[in-house]
């Protein structure tokens, strides 16, 4: 069964400091992987994607993420982050073969001390 | 170019009761997905639809249904209201084309609190 583990529940860092948030998928061939942000009260934003090609992918707001198929991972990272990266993160898994319904994980929530 | 909307922002009903969710998709999208967020959950896939059909369902039960309509706009309709229905309903729109795989865009949410 298809299904996308985020291990860390809440993450806190500093203004500046670097940032790394954990996915992890379970899946029966190569899917297509995304990082989508919600703000609270809001929908998702996606942050960035990964369909094929390079692993390492460049997003939006200073994001980039590694697909690691080796380790069924696909991280998501950011040199220095902002007061207002404080959000839920949520990575989420899909494919064409499942009709492209996508599979998220529960979350990861930034806080950013200034 | 106006991005996914949907409406209302905010309902609140009553257990028992019937529940209208609306969502129009972005411009140039023609396929729909719903998606329910309960509080401190990710989105769970509830279905989609395309070319006015339902494509694929999630593990939802029957009180869940929808409608796709020939402008791709879409509702979704639960009935029988449960308290655990309680969420966040999103809607996401696609484009579906002939390369099989699209991203999917996500609407502001329409938040639904039963009493």
């Known amino acids: 069964a298809q299904s996308v583990t985020q291990p860390d529940i809440h993450i806190t860092v500093s203004e500046g400091a670097s940032l790394e948030l954990r996915c992890n998928y379970s899946?029966?061939?190569?899917?297509?992987l995304f990082w989508y942000v919600q703000s609270p009260g809001q929908g998702l934003q996606l942050l960035l994607k990964y369909f094929s090609g390079d692993t390492l992918v460049q997003g939006i707001k200073g994001f980039e993420a590694e697909f690691k198929r080796s380790q069924s991972s696909f991280n998501l990272r950011k040199p220095s982050v902002h007061w207002s990266d404080a959000a839920e993160y949520f990575c989420a898994v899909g494919a064409r073969w499942t009709g492209n319904q996508f599979y998220f994980g529960t979350g990861t929530s930034l806080t950013v001390i200034p | 170019d106006a991005g996914v909307t949907q409406s209302p922002t905010h309902l609140i009903k009553t257990r028992g009761q019937q529940v209208t969710l609306r969502c129009s998709p972005k411009?140039?999208?023609?396929?729909v997905s719903w998606y329910q967020q309960a509080l401190g959950q990710g989105p769970q896939f509830i279905f989609q639809?395309?070319?006015?059909?339902?494509?694929q369902r999630g593990n939802f039960p029957d009180r869940f249904s929808g409608h796709q309509f020939p402008n791709y706009s879409s509702e979704l309709n639960v009935n029988a209201l449960l308290l655990g229905d309680s969420a966040l309903y999103l809607c996401?729109?696609?484009?579906?084309?002939?390369?099989?795989?699209?991203?999917?865009?996500f609407g502001p949410g329409t938040r639904l609190t039963v009493t």
């Open positions: 639809y395309y070319e006015e059909e339902e494509r």
């Open positions: 899946y029966g061939a190569t899917p297509y």
């Open positions: 411009s140039g999208h023609d396929t």
């Open positions: 996401a729109s696609s484009e579906a084309g002939t390369s099989g795989y699209y991203e999917q865009y």
